[in-house]
């Protein structure tokens, strides 16, 4: 007797195939979007949805505008900032040198205790 597997030769999450056994799909629309590059995306949208403003391009990424001669700008990336960076916003140079005086005395201070 063969093993009793009746979905056999499907895989699994597959369905009945073609549009009379899913139903009518909804009525679509397509919208272009250009980016900064010039590259062009056209995806579609169902008719009552809500179109967006801006689409990101999905060969360079960055935003599209539905006017293809004005497209938006590319977002100004903030470059990377080391820790030592941040602490120079935070504090002047008077601050940090009375910082390093203060630290060198201590450790001049374990030293003699050694």
């Known amino acids: 007797m063969v093993g009793g597997n009746a979905i056999r030769g499907t895989r699994v999450g597959a369905g009945p195939s ?15 979007y250009w980016c900064a590059h010039g590259h062009e995306a056209r995806p579609s949208f169902s008719m009552d949805a809500e179109v967006p403003e801006e689409w990101d391009c999905p060969r360079c990424g960055l935003p599209g505008g539905q006017n293809e001669q004005s497209p938006p700008a590319a977002p100004r990336t903030e470059p990377y ?25 201590r450790l001049r201070q374990r030293r003699e205790l050694i």
Request: hydrophobic share 30%; proline share 2%; charged share 40%.
């Open 18 to 32: 073609g549009e009379s056994e899913r139903g009518e799909s909804a009525p679509r629309r397509r919208v272009s």
């Open 81 to 105: 900032k080391t820790h030592l960076a941040y602490v120079k916003e935070r504090r002047s140079d008077a601050d940090g040198e009375a910082i390093l005086a203060e630290a060198l005395e």
